[in-house]
């Protein structure tokens, strides 16, 4: 079993940007399938953005042109780059892996 562990949570004022990191215990050989949720105090967990099956992005719509989701393959770590951060954003970050594994999270505080 992988475990996922994140950083790089924190607060930041509206407008800014934080850099997320999921580094895998093991070895991993793609990205696929392997994603971002978020929760928001008093709502469900939602996606962020994950990899598909053969490489592909999606985002969701309201992170669309302001997060991006990348990954380094020889450091085993996913990465979530959030800039233009709106208060909105405010949530617990998770990562996961076909949705089975997943990070104990980190805090995102957005302030105005």
């Known amino acids: 079993q992988v475990h996922l562990v994140e950083s790089g949570g924190g607060e930041v004022q509206v407008g800014g940007s934080l850099v997320l990191s999921c580094a895998a215990s093991?070895?991993?050989?793609?990205?696929?399938?392997m994603g971002w949720y978020r929760q928001a105090p008093g709502k469900q967990r939602e996606l962020v953005a994950t990899f598909t099956t053969g490489g592909r992005t999606v985002y969701a719509d309201s992170v669309k042109g302001r997060f991006t989701i990348s990954g380094d393959i020889a450091k085993n770590t996913m990465y979530l780059q959030m800039d233009n951060l709106r208060p909105e954003d405010t949530a617990v970050y998770y990562c996961?892996?076909?949705?089975?594994?997943w990070g104990q999270g980190t805090r995102v505080t957005v302030s105005s």
């Open positions: 996961t892996r076909s949705t089975v594994n």
């Open positions: 093991a070895r991993i050989f793609s990205f696929n399938a």
